[in-house]
């Protein structure tokens, strides 16, 4: 949980992310609970880096325990640890499987929204396709020098990405009023 208990939705149909890893980091970063501050997670392999800002969902859960995974489509890299107001445009579809064990593990994609920068990008397709392939291998390969493996099952618009936020919502809803009973 972050501090503040932070909301999943800001106004006027946006969402927060917390960026955890901004574009071109070659570390990966994680946020920890017990200790309120953000860790070092691992070191990317030479040569590897985030191709864009990667960021969570404050109170959500995915299905594999942590807030749902953002991308952030930016030109310069945040910080991290920086509050962004996003819209959702879509999502990855992906299942990843280490040993034996597969789960959903989606990536949902968004643009930031500021008073005085309204993003062009309103749906996932309108991205190039060069673009999201390159996106999908960053990812394929991230999760392959860790052992698991990554495939990419499709990509859906805003109204996908938006049904996968409710459900993380709710999933999160369940979590905390099963850990207070």
């Known amino acids: ?8 939705r800001a106004r006027g149909g946006l969402v927060h992310v917390v960026v955890d890893t901004p574009k071109g980091s070659t570390n990966k970063y994680k946020f920890d609970v017990e200790h309120q501050l953000f860790k070092l997670s691992r070191v990317l392999p030479l040569g590897a880096h985030f191709p864009f800002d990667f960021g969570f969902i404050p109170s959500t859960a995915a299905e594999d325990g942590d807030a749902l995974d953002v991308i952030l489509i930016v030109d310069a890299p945040s910080f991290v640890g ?9 999502v990855v579809t992906a299942e990843q499987r280490e040993q034996r ?29 060069q673009q999201l392939n390159e996106l999908e291998f960053f990812f394929i390969n991230y999760n392959k020098v860790q052992g698991r493996q990554f495939s990419a099952l499709g990509r859906r618009g805003p109204e996908a990405a938006e049904r996968l936020l409710r459900a993380g919502i709710q999933r999160a809803q369940h979590e905390t009023r099963s850990r207070s009973r």
């Open 101 to 129: 064990h597969t789960i959903r593990n989606d990536r949902l994609v968004a643009v930031p929204v500021t008073p005085v920068n309204k993003p062009a990008i309103r749906r996932i397709h309108d991205l190039p396709n």
């Open 82 to 90: 920086c509050l962004m107001k996003v819209r959702l445009i879509g």
């Open 1 to 8: 949980m972050l501090p503040m208990n932070l909301p999943s």
